[in-house]
């Protein structure tokens, strides 16, 4: 009997309605939102920690926030300059803290535990986040299957 393979989906809220992304997630069978900002907070309606929750909630999705996973301060800004070598070099050295090192463990654990997990940012292009170099560990790692969902944008 083939093994079937665990999937896990990322997702990028840029310029896109929280219902929207909730739609799309509901539609590719998410069970699981892993939140991978450093700050779950957000200007964007429906995208702060506890409004996402109660959206993904009312799906029957559940949420989960691993905050070692997000970007520090200095990658989220020179992201927003446009320099992803230089948020590469300094996410890449953050991967080696304790606290990432466990939350990636978590995430793994839970991507084979639960059915379709999906790791969210705000960066609409998974290309140039963060979510991208953890998605290509677990896929590494574990055999995953990763898929980058983009819901319509406004």
Known sequence: MARKTKRLFTIGYEQTPAKAVLDEL??????LLVDVRAVASS?????????LAAGLDE?????????????PKAGREAARSGKFDLLHKIYSAHLKTAQAREELAELSALVKKYGPVCILCYERDHQ?????WIAEIIEDRDGVKTEN??????
């Not at 200007?43 to 409004?51: A, D, I, M």
């Not at 969902?149 to 406004?154: N, P, S």
């Open 128 to 132: 140039h986040c963060h979510r991208q």
């Open 59 to 71: 799906r029957g999705i559940s949420y989960l926030h691993l905050r070692g996973l997000g970007t």
């Open 26 to 31: 509901e539609n590719a069978g998410v069970k």
């Open 149 to 154: 969902l983009a819901a319509k944008q406004v």
């Open 43 to 51: 200007r964007r309606p429906g995208f702060s920690k506890s409004q």
